[in-house]
């Protein structure tokens, strides 16, 4: 079986963790290169997280490369739920060791590789770069896939707002006006399926025990935060939606970004009108089984890489 070609372009982060342990030990997906973004902690912590997880994994053959340490034009927001250093729950050490160059590694990587697929899991600082710089090259990905956005729910970041959205507006403006394929995957479909520490306690092999380290201590910032006792997973959904598009409900939608305003910033504006025949820019997940996900989710981070 053929492997999709994947750029996964990350803030690490808890579920950009479990995100990238599904990809990883996927047998749909080919990972090409880690690409980071400052989001939910600063370039330097995003970094030495991933190069962290790809450890754990045993896959640092995968290159990494670091990327935007803010937002096109604003000042950086941080998450708060992911602890001070992005992915609280374990101390580990680790060098970020800076690249800077995750634009012009993914223009590389797409102009030497047919067919790539860019899964986004933080803010789109890194891919609206690299649009701006070569956008004769990046038409050639095959589809944008990112987590972000909220279509008929309240915002995780501001009452309209998903967090990604919201940290750099810019960047995902120029993402949905760029004539590239791209399935979204917003709060809509992550809101419903979480993941609960008897969930994570079914995992077997090697990485139950960093997991569940990790899950305990985002569940504690979650709860602290939004007084929820489980883990959202948002980006671990991104990737899934990909490695099994059947088990996804999709609908085309046309969506345009808010940068201008003050208590709209970084909203995903979707034409919802009937009677308007908008020609739709994106393809949203609107709903995942969530039976699916968990059985997939345990099942592959139980295999041995």
Known sequence: ??????????DPGHDDALALMLALRSKKLRVLAVTTVAGNSTIQNTTRN???VLKLLDAQNI?????ASKPLCRKLVKA???GKNGLSGLKFKQKSNLTNNAAEKI????QQNAGVTIITLGPLTNLAQAILKKPSVMLKVKKFV?????IKVPGNKSRVAEFNFFVDPEAADIVFKFPVAKMLIPLDAGNPIFLKNSDFRKI?????????????????????????????IYDALAVYSLIK?????KKRYNIVIETKGEATRGMSVTELRQFKKTLPNATVVEKISANAFKQAFINSLSKRG
């Open 204 to 232: 077997r092999g090697s990485l139950k025990k960093p997991i569940l380290q990790l899950m305990n201590s985002y569940m504690g910032n979650l709860y602290n935060y939004i007084k929820v006792k489980r883990a959202l």
């Open 1 to 10: 079986m053929k492997r999709k070609l994947v750029i996964i372009d990350t």
């Open 63 to 67: 290159p990494i490369y670091s990327g």
């Open 50 to 52: 991933a190069r962290f």
């Open 80 to 82: 708060v739920v992911h």
């Open 107 to 110: 223009i590389s990587i797409v």
């Open 245 to 249: 598009p059947s088990a996804c409900r």
């Open 146 to 150: 990112i987590m972000g956005g909220a």
